[in-house]
């Protein structure tokens, strides 16, 4: 065996190592591309279904609080009705 074999020999066991320890690699990265398409998949078979029930549940938690609100914030306002009249009515005023 001549030393142009040995080299060969050893250029292929280097490729041959290469390829293997980058092989791993290579089939993670299929796996994870098919995955991405198969999620990507899912997302617009189910995304419109789940923003549909999303807008569904920010109208009536919107609806909800506006029917929790709208009382006190009516209470609020007579209170203040009644202060400024109350105020306007026996307050001091300076007539200079």
Do not use: C
Not at 57 to 78: L, N
């Amino acid at each position: 065996m001549g030393l142009a074999t040995m080299r060969d020999i050893s250029l292929l066991w280097l490729i041959f190592l290469g390829l293997v320890s980058v092989l791993p690699i290579a089939v993670l990265f299929y796996f994870m591309i098919r995955g991405m398409t198969r999620l990507r998949q899912l997302a617009v078979l189910y995304l419109p279904i789940v923003q549909e029930k999303t807008r569904f549940i920010a109208f009536k938690s919107e609806e909800i609080s506006h029917k929790i609100a709208s009382p006190i914030i009516g209470v609020q306002t007579k209170a203040a009705q009644v202060n400024g009249i109350t105020k306007a009515a026996f307050s001091r005023r300076n007539h200079t």
